[in-house]
């Protein structure tokens, strides 16, 4: 049986690597992503154990869980609209090397971006 005090400090844990996560998403750089990625994984896991203890025994007061639930799916909104923004920044800024890199065609189109093709073996 698990306390209250430890499903609400497993949600406020979980809420701390949200936070985290936002915050790297602020300025987000090459590495961003790897970064995000442990703190995700330690927020699922809190929300996980949170999960098992409520199934196992439901709070007497339904609302109090739904509140914090609620909190952390507003702040994963959040991770993922910053997400979004980064995903489609890096995505324009693709387009606008690979503009740099091939010119233009006749019609104003960015050319086609056709890298040379390798092969590397190892071992």
Known sequence: MKTITERRTWVSEARQEIAAVRQLLRSPGPDTYDRCRP???????????????VRAEPFSNQQHARRELEGIRRELEQVTALIN??????????????????GYTPAGHPGVWQPRARLAVEG
Do not use: D
């Not at 703190?39 to 203890?53: N, S, V």
């Open 39 to 53: 703190r995700l994984e330690l927020a699922i896991g809190y929300l996980e154990r949170f999960e098992m203890a």
């Open 85 to 102: 923004g980064a995903a489609a920044f890096y995505q324009g800024l693709g387009q606008i090397v690979a503009a740099a890199a091939t």
